[in-house]
């Protein structure tokens, strides 16, 4: 059973190709410089839109 959905893998190709192109941006406006930034922004963005991708995971206190 797949974690993800086509809707992430779609999503988070397309963010990574953003970042590479020095045109992604975070939710503050910032420049994101960081692989794991992008991938982060892309599967905020599949739940968000009702794609198979898994919770956010809790901080630990």
């Known amino acids: 059973m797949a974690k ?3 809707t992430a893998k779609k999503e ?3 963010k990574m190709h953003e970042l590479k192109k020095g045109t992604l941006k975070s939710g503050s406006g910032k420049k994101v410089t960081k ?3 992008a991938v982060a922004i892309a599967l905020s963005e599949t739940r968000k839109k009702g794609g198979k991708a898994p919770a956010k995971k809790s901080k630990a206190k």
Do not use: F, I, M
């Open 35 to 37: 692989k794991d930034q």
């Open 12 to 14: 988070v190709k397309k």
């Open 4 to 6: 993800y959905g086509e």
